[in-house]
C-alpha cells in the first residue's frame, strides 16, 4: 500500500513512522534543529513548491535504519484520511 503525498512523489505506508502538521511540530527550537541537520545530511525531499503543510517522517528504503523528511503541501489532516480510506477499502 503506498500513500500519494503530492506531487506524484508516493511513500509505501509501511515506511511511514509519522505525519505531522508544520504549524504545530515546527514551532520549537528543537524542531528547527532537527530539520536544519536533516537538511545539511540530504534527508529531506518535497512533495511541493509551495509552503508545505505537513511532513512526513519516514524509512528511506535504499538506506536501510536512516529516516528521511518528506514536505507535502497535503494537510496531514487529509493524508491520514487517504490512509484510513484506503484501509477500509481494503477490507471489502
Known amino acids: 500500500m503506498y500513500l500519494l503525498v503530492g506531487n506524484n512523489r ?14 504545530n511540530a515546527s514551532i520549537s527550537e528543537q524542531s528547527k534543529r532537527f530539520f536544519k ?9 518535497s512533495a511541493t ?15 536501510k535504519g536512516k529516516t528521511k523528511i518528506c ?8 493524508l491520514c484520511n487517504r490512509i484510513r480510506k484506503n484501509e477500509r477499502n481494503r477490507l471489502f
Not at 505506508?13 to 504549524?23: P, S
Not at 541537520?37 to 525531499?45: F, R, S
Not at 514536505?71 to 487529509?78: D, K, L, V
Open 71 to 78: 514536505f507535502s503541501h497535503i494537510s496531514s489532516q487529509s
Open 37 to 45: 541537520n536533516a537538511e545539511k545530511n540530504g534527508l529531506i525531499e
Open 10 to 23: 508516493i511513500i509505501r505506508k509501511n515506511k511511514i513512522i509519522g505525519i505531522f502538521d508544520m504549524d
Open 49 to 63: 513548491e509551495d509552503l508545505p503543510k505537513s511532513f512526513i517522517l519516514f524509512e528511506n528504503e535504499k538506506d
